[in-house]
């Protein structure tokens, strides 16, 4: 009997034992930040410095394209449902489709603005027809 009692204290050692280390990697997978398929085509704001218009991380989305009016540089783009994710409840261009945005430089050879031939009604190109929205 003594020797059955010391077997199911040890058979509970070791269960306890597998039991809090795969308790951690339950908790890993809580952490994660789910990511949802957007719908419908988002406008985005420039936010960046020059140079750093071909970077999507520096497109911020906005409801409506405002306060655009020129060719000299990025201010909005309006990007397909297709290339963007949802996380963390805001809708970021999604990198694993479009790791930078195709740029051009601007008429007046200073600025880089994202490139005409980027917009379209093609799935190649990721922003709409006529989603191209630079400032002076």
């Known amino acids: 009997m003594k020797q059955i009692m010391i077997l199911f204290s040890v058979i ?15 908790k ?9 398929v957007v719908t419908t085509d988002t406008y985005f704001r420039f936010t960046g410095n020059p140079g750093e218009e071909g970077n999507p991380a520096k497109w911020e989305a906005i409801d409506t394209p405002d306060g655009c009016e020129g060719l000299e540089r990025a201010c909005n783009i309006q990007v397909k ?5 949802e996380s963390g409840g805001q809708v970021h261009i999604n990198t694993s489709l479009l790791p930078t ?19 379209g009604s093609m799935s190649s190109q990721p922003l ?9």
């Open 12 to 26: 509970l050692g070791i269960a306890g034992t597998a039991l809090a280390l795969n308790d951690n990697g339950a």
């Open 28 to 36: 890993d997978k809580s952490t994660k930040v789910e990511t949802k």
């Open 81 to 85: 449902a297709a290339y963007l994710v």
């Open 101 to 119: 945005l195709p740029t051009v430089l601007s008429p007046d050879n200073v600025n880089l603005i994202p490139a005409p031939s980027a917009a």
């Open 128 to 136: 709409t027809p006529g989603g191209i929205y630079n400032q002076d």
